[in-house]
């Protein structure tokens, strides 16, 4: 085991693996009062130190003492306050961010939502339109020319683009200019068989629109279609005719119930955006309008009047013997025919007609249809597709958004609300409902799709741009709000209370302590002026005297104990260190003690490294050597200081040599005691000279420390050294050859690696027989001529003390082993005395296989339960009496086994000695 140096304090290793750093310390842990009387034989223990004066002082001023007690109760009570408060309005705060944070969340949801879904159903349109050019390009004839085109396979278009957009109906509207008026109204009666395949599809595939379509015959069809574009004012159907362009209803579906709305006029309530939107070549948002109030999906105005008939060419002739303009009071006369059985309601039918679809607001998109004729690129027809606005959100709604309020307006003065709930969106009415109080966290997006990405379509932002304003609610907020706040802010009154009622709990038995504390004052006062230096302990009292005056009472106690001492506040003032220039550390650890240890009871151990240590604190003491320290096996010592010693360096050569011997001899000494092999442990010497920096580093357990490069040169000459062999440094050589004693010393062969230092050259200090003093009639020689000479004698030094050494260690080790196996047998006898260990039954398991179970053991061999009569006779083995015979059998078993082992450095003799001594010590336990 190596004890080491570092900046961080002390470490202990197997190697060289200490710290770099150049600055070192180690703890005075223990001094005894004689080394204190050596270090200053005018040192000695006062009657009553000025420790003791000050506590007596602070003891009468228990007035203050109180005081200071009833503020901190005080403190604690407004601290726990403060803290609870400021706790519950964190947490809120906490709740409050987190209910923000997922409100913007689901707003930017709400927007990526209705932005995909705009584009999903532009996408669906877009698919149409090209359909529907694509179609008219291969019809190009003198007579299949727009406005004069029917698409085919109609139904299954409409069809599959509703269902794609999420749509209600789709109408295909051609443009139709005032020249070509009166054709078209010719090709829009004779060309009416599409709403027969319309029929057809409707029957077969009822589930395949979301609103129910009609349900007529063949032949009502041909006379429900009007021969006029027209359209509805004041509830009444009037032919259009004078306007630039017009956009009838053409192909439609589904196919709409009750009269065919075919060549209704779409284009009268937005012209405007209709006309920029065929300039521009764009799609247009139209109005928003309430499903509820307008006719089945289409977004028209009802016929509010009752007609005697109901095909449009009687429609046209009661209207023509009408001299009045549309709306009269004549005109709604018309309606006194309805006592007639077939006739039916017109808005009876169309409330009948409704259903869970056709309410809410909805949305007309205007897609516009292009020109087939290569080069021209105009726009000839409109794609009409009516979606409610709850289908913008529905499909993708973010997760968990019960409360949100979406509130959707336009340039057109138009306005309506929709609530979220977890499944479903509910239209809440007509303007802005949103809650007031969340107006400051409103999010706001406009409506602006991107257009299509196949034709290149854009979208009109010129016609009523919608904007899109997203709110939280108090359904939302109360999702966020929790018992938390409350319940943490009540755990920290709780703490702050329980830490309240223990302090008054301490203070009453610190009060009581006092009294014990004040009574013992002076005998500990005594005993810490023991631990240190005069020099040392003068400046700690002076230090202390001065800070009396300056130091406010901090406490209700003073403790004093043997492991400090600073007295509240004898770390305050100039440091306590001195810088001594003059002097050598010594570092020495014992060889092999970490193998011989581990084999050993504690009891052992420790008499080893008393009986050991004593006798070195004996020879510091007679030599005046600073002990500074113990750690584990190592001891630690220095020259110089705290008096100044012109010979430090010859003092701890002396003082090593001495030691080393003495720890020979107590090795020899122990054997019987303690094993045989206890002899064969060695001593590591390592020495440096240097300057060091010793003081008090005042805390908690202060101790007398050292810290220099110094102390950490001297651990590694002892980690790089050999067994029983003093190693020094150049440092320290070059001293003792100026102090004429260089015939003391041996130059160590090669360079050695040290860690921080490099390469470096080392020197043996030679035994006491070798290095005998020559007298002062010897003609002197140059150290390097004494040095030189000695170091050809010791490779075969070395050498024989090695095969020695190897000699010595094989018999004890074969003495040990037959002592424990002698043991051994005594105990085997005295089971057999007492009839106490395995049967016969229970050895059966060993034949089983014919094998030795080792691991298995216990498996195999149940291990034997206590017996109180072989625990009473125990501690008899000894008494039990072996034959010479025995004996000398086994001495010449143990010695053929070990004459049977190689030089091998991971199993040997002694590896197989040890093996053998830690299972007997680990039985033993068991």
Known sequence: MTATASDDGLSIDNGLSDDDSTTSHYYQSSKSADEAR??????????????????????????KIRMFRYVTIALLVATAVAISVAFYAGLRNTEQRDFEHSFEFQASQIERAMDGEMNSKLRALDSM????????????????????????????????????????????????????????QDYSVQANGWMTTSLEFQTAHPKAFIVEGAAMSEEEIKRNTSEFIFEVIDGLPTKVEDRDFMLPIWQVGPLPTGLPWVNYDISGRESTAFAAAIETQSCVLGDTFDLSESLLAYGLVAIEEEYPQLEWPDIWNTKAQDDSPPGNERGRLLKSGSDSGSIDDLASRHSANKHGALEGPALILQYPILSPVPGNGSVVAFLSMVTRWDSFILPNMPPDPEGLIIVISNTCEQQFTFALTDNDVIYLGDGDLHESEYES???????????????????????????????????????????????????VAGIFLFTLVVFLIYDVLVERRQRFLAATASKSSAIVTALFPQIVRDRMFETEEKNTKQRSVKSSTVEYSMDSVRLHGASEGAPIANLFTNTTVMF?????????????????????????????????????????????????????????QDDHHLRMVRFARRALDKMIVRMKEMEAALGPDTGNLGFKIGIHSGPVTGGVLRGVKSRYQLFGDTVNMASRMESTGHRNQIQIS????????????????????????????????????????????????????????????????????????????????????????????????????????LNIGLNKKDLEALDSNNVLPRDQIADKIPMPEFDSKMAKHSMDADSVELSSEVVSQLKDLVATIASMYKDNSFHNFEHACHVTTSANKLLNGI
């Open 38 to 63: 050596l270090s200053n034989p005018n040192s000695g223990v006062s009657g009553e130190s000025s420790d003791a004066r000050e506590t007596t002082k602070m003891l009468q001023k228990d007035w």
């Open 129 to 184: 339109s090209v359909s529907a050019t694509s179609f008219s390009r291969k019809s190009i004839t003198p007579n299949k020319t727009w406005p004069y085109i029917t698409l085919p396979h109609f139904p299954h278009l409409a069809a599959g683009a509703l269902n794609i957009g999420r749509g209600l109906s789709i109408v295909v509207a051609p443009i139709i200019h005032r020249e070509n008026l009166v054709e078209w």
């Open 441 to 491: 966290l409103e999010k706001e997006f406009y409506f602006t799709p991107r257009g299509s990405p196949i034709s290149g379509i854009t979208m009109s932002q010129t016609h009523c741009p919608y904007k899109v304003s997203v709110y939280p609610s108090a359904t939302m907020r109360d999702k966020f709000d929790t018992e938390e706040p409350a319940v943490f802010a009540a755990g």
């Open 588 to 644: 020495a650890d014992i060889s092999g003690f970490t193998a011989w240890s581990s084999s050993r009871e504690p009891v052992d151990v420790f008499t080893l490294l008393e009986t050991l240590y004593s006798a070195f604190d004996k020879i510091a003491r007679e030599m005046h050597v600073f002990k500074v320290e113990t750690i584990g096996d190592c001891y630690v010592a220095v020259t110089g200081l705290p008096n100044p």
């Open 730 to 833: 150049q440092a320290t050589a070059s001293l003792i050859v100026a102090s004429d004693k260089g015939h003391w010393l041996r130059k160590r062969e090669g360079l050695v690696q040290v860690k921080g230092k490099g390469a470096v050259q080392t020197f043996w200090v030679k035994s006491k027989s070798s290095s005998t003093e020559r007298s002062d009639s010897e003609p002197p020689r140059s150290s390097k001529a004494l040095i030189d000479e000695s170091a050809r004698s010791q490779a075969v030094d070395n050498k024989a003390q090695e095969t020695t050494e190897e000699k010595e260690k094989d018999n004890s080790l074969t003495v040990r082993q037959v002592e424990l196996l002698t043991s051994l047998l005594k105990r085997i006898v005295l089971h057999r005395k």
